[in-house]
């Protein structure tokens, strides 16, 4: 595959830094796309960050009130004015047929919508459910070392947790490709529930760990501190209705179990 230059959004973030250190293992040129360097609501600084770049890797930010819509609306325009060639539009959560009157999902949603008729190439991809990343959070990793894991979600709930590097290894994959999948869904290499969950964190820390399962007010009063209350509530709010469930055909496995991925973590940090 030639080598590309690549534009990553979001590049310094959990979803980001997984993405570029994959595609610069893979020989590719990046541009970091991040708040400083560009505005998402700003036209012309998205057309220069995307002036000259072979694909641009898309991921949203999370918000919570009208920006979304706005920003996906300039990432429209500066797509089209700089003349990208192809896109790879990371959803960041299995997105419903049409708007439901949210701007996080409605963003998402037209972006999904409008992306092929400003880009020749575009490819969408969404993680099939939770990222494992939730469980060593800024909020949650010390929980986790101290012996609890604390989830807005039931205990027995088979969920097919995706690490972030295996979301990563697909949008590297995406990159270049001549004719990609136009759309995909990363699940986690098996479905895990809670206990399962909490047995293999038990056993990579060599202590135990119990599932706790909490409503999605106490997860906002948890994670609050660390991102915001408007941010805290918006994320919460997606717990309380139930996810909308990808399409099977869609669905690829990806290889990193929960034990490799926390063998990786380090939980004293």
Request: glycine share 6%; aromatic share 6%.
């Amino acid at each position: 595959m030639k080598p590309q230059t690549v534009a990553v959004h979001g590049a310094t973030g959990a979803q980001g830094r997984p993405v570029v250190r994959q595609l610069v293992a893979n020989g590719h040129q990046v541009r970091a796309i991040t708040r400083r360097i560009a505005d998402l609501a700003d036209v012309d600084a998205l057309t220069e960050a995307y002036r000259d770049v072979d694909t641009v890797v898309l991921q949203m930010p999370l918000a919570f009130d009208d920006t979304p819509l706005r920003q996906a609306e300039s990432v429209l325009a500066a797509l089209g004015k700089a003349g990208v060639p192809c896109v790879v539009f990371n959803t960041s959560g299995v997105l419903p047929e049409a708007q439901v009157g949210v701007p996080f999902v409605d963003a998402r949603v037209r972006l999904r919508t409008e992306l092929p008729t400003v880009v020749d190439t575009v490819a969408v991809l969404a993680p099939a459910a939770f990222y494992l990343e939730n469980l060593c959070g800024a909020w949650s990793a010390s929980l986790v070392a101290a012996g609890e894991v604390r989830y807005p979600m039931p205990a027995e709930a088979p969920i097919p947790w995706v690490a972030a590097d295996d979301v990563a290894a697909v949008i590297t994959e995406l990159v270049g490709a001549t004719d990609p999948t136009p759309a995909q869904v990363v699940a986690g290499p098996e479905d895990l529930a809670g206990t399962d969950v909490a047995a293999r964190l038990s056993t990579v820390l060599k202590r135990t760990v119990q599932w706790r399962t909490i409503t999605p007010a106490e997860y906002k009063d948890m994670i609050s501190p660390h991102v915001g209350p408007v941010t805290a509530a918006g994320i919460a709010a997606g717990y309380e209705t139930p996810a909308s469930e990808p399409d099977p055909t869609l669905v690829r496995r990806g290889t990193t179990t929960v034990d490799t991925w926390a063998a990786r973590q380090n939980w004293s940090a």
